[in-house]
């Protein structure tokens, strides 16, 4: 995509000040900008995602649903994506300070005002609970959470996610939130449901199935986050455009079939 603007010249009328001159070029320049789509004339030609390393969604070795994803939205423009992995906090800082372009996953971007949510989310889940079966005798879903320290993953979830009065630990990992549980530290590690095998499979811990349950909490979705810059602006209408392709081509439902995901109930015109 070449994107281009116009460029003005500006000859001094006789009589004219300095002042005047600068008013009026500042007002051209102004034109100019606008004139050009988005305001930035260079072609885009590489986009940076990050997030953590999530399995099945992005695999370190480049494969899963967010990337695949991506690159089938960008690739056709010309456009390559590349990914950095790191914590959640980290991402967020790249995205805010123009270092990456996308943040993969997010609910909410309510404390983070130069950031927005695209339309389209990239995944739907449950959450879940993974607990001591002898911490709960009658499971009453997320009612069951009420008064427990409840342990997920540094920005995560939000109380506010969780109609009951909860205590909640933040961890850097999810390996450290189960941790707290199994050290009895805490009492519910919430997390969607693949990550919480992911946790189970990297602890480093002997973890007795038998003695522990996992049971959803409740449903959420997750949307690629982008910078509210001009650029931002141009790359996620690229992405709401090429997730309304996909569905509508049936390749979408394709790629979550491909990596064993239900398929979100998208509401595209």
């Not at 649903?65 to 790249?94: C, D, M, S, W």
């Not at 123009?98 to 959450?127: F, H, K, N, S, W």
Request: charge should be neutral; aromatic fraction near 16%.
């Amino acid at each position: 995509m070449e994107i281009s603007g116009k460029i003005w010249f500006i000859t001094p009328m006789p009589g004219t000040d300095i002042y005047k001159r600068k008013i009026v070029f500042f007002f051209l320049f102004l034109i100019l900008l606008l004139t050009a789509p988005y305001g930035f004339a260079e072609p885009v030609t590489q986009v940076v995602s990050t997030s953590p390393s999530w399995n099945k969604f992005t695999n370190i070795d480049g494969t899963g649903l967010y990337h695949e994803i991506l690159a089938r939205i960008f690739n056709p423009h010309g456009i390559q994506v590349t990914h950095r992995y790191t914590n959640a906090k980290r991402g967020i800082y790249l995205v805010k300070n123009d270092i990456a372009d996308i943040y993969t996953c997010r609910t909410d971007v309510y404390d983070l005002p130069d950031l927005v949510l695209a339309q389209y989310p990239m995944y739907e889940g449950e959450i879940h609970a993974f607990f001591k079966k002898d911490r709960v005798k009658n499971w009453q879903g997320v009612s069951s959470l009420t008064n427990q320290r409840v342990v997920w993953r540094w920005n995560y979830y939000n109380r506010s996610e969780f109609p009951t009065e909860i205590f909640v630990l933040e961890t850097d990992t999810g390996e450290d939130a189960l941790g707290q549980v199994v050290l009895g530290r805490g009492d519910f590690y919430i997390d969607d449901l693949n990550l919480i095998k992911e946790s189970i499979s990297k602890a480093g811990l002997s973890i007795d199935m038998d003695e522990y349950r996992i049971e959803p909490v409740g449903k959420r979705s997750y949307y690629p986050v982008f910078k509210k810059s001009p650029r931002g602006k141009f790359l996620m209408d690229l992405y709401e455009t090429g997730m309304k392709n996909l569905h509508w081509s049936g390749e979408l439902k394709k790629i979550f079939m491909k990596w064993q995901f239900s398929y979100p109930a998208y509401e595209m015109p």
